[in-house]
């Protein structure tokens, strides 16, 4: 009934804590600065396939680093970190706080009453689903201004930063653009699901052993 629903929502919603949101956006803002040119590396190891795809070939992952800053220089090697910034820290905090929420909610606000693996898995895959439908765009361009090169001649569209990457991408492709890739992103969220049910179970079977 009416009433129900009304609980429901207020169970869900008094699961939502801003320390969950702040705590994500921390460690991934914090992450990202310092792992952000192997990302750059590894999203160009994956567009080189040795055929006509991405021009630029590299011979393993020092070859790569030291191309890109010979002619790059240092901003090369943080090519699309802003949007990575933007992306990993929004991701982290809503999936942080999406999780805690929904866990919150799936124990009708009892947060002591234990969850199994398969419930943990299960909020932290819709955890990630709710969040990757947010970030999208992000992630789009953060991967599209990576693979800009200042030595690569003939780009059909040259993105001068994150925000004009946005607009380009909706005036030449609409909202479509924005989340192209979303169905193998979506597929990509168990792999934070298995993380946090992992680490779920693992907590749990510590403070057991602490108890005893």
């Known amino acids: 009934n009416y009433r129900s629903v009304l609980e429901n929502q207020y169970t869900f919603f008094r699961g939502i804590k801003y320390e969950h949101l702040l705590a994500g956006i921390s460690g991934g803002l914090t992450s990202t600065l310092i792992l952000h040119p192997l990302d750059l590396i590894k999203i160009r190891f994956a567009v080189n396939d040795g055929r006509t795809g991405y021009p630029q070939k590299y011979k393993g992952i020092i070859n790569a680093f030291k191309t890109i800053f010979r002619q790059e220089g240092v901003t090369g090697l943080y ?97 479509r653009g924005y989340y192209k890739g979303l169905g193998p992103g979506i597929f990509g969220v168990s792999h934070g699901a298995v993380q946090f049910m992992t680490y779920e179970e693992m907590k749990n079977r510590y403070n057991q052993y602490l108890k005893l």
């Open 79 to 175: 090519r699309g970190v802003t949007p990575n910034l933007w992306g990993a820290g929004s991701a982290w905090g809503l999936y942080f706080l999406f999780y805690n929420a929904i866990k919150v909610y799936t124990q009708g606000g009892n947060v002591d009453l234990p969850l199994g693996p398969t419930t943990h898995l299960i909020s932290a895959a819709e955890a990630g689903v709710l969040t990757m439908l947010i970030t999208n765009p992000l992630w789009v361009v953060k991967t599209r201004l990576c693979l800009q090169s200042e030595k690569i001649i003939g780009n059909t569209c040259r993105y001068l930063g994150m925000i004009d990457a946005l607009k380009k991408i909706y005036q030449y492709e609409g909202i």
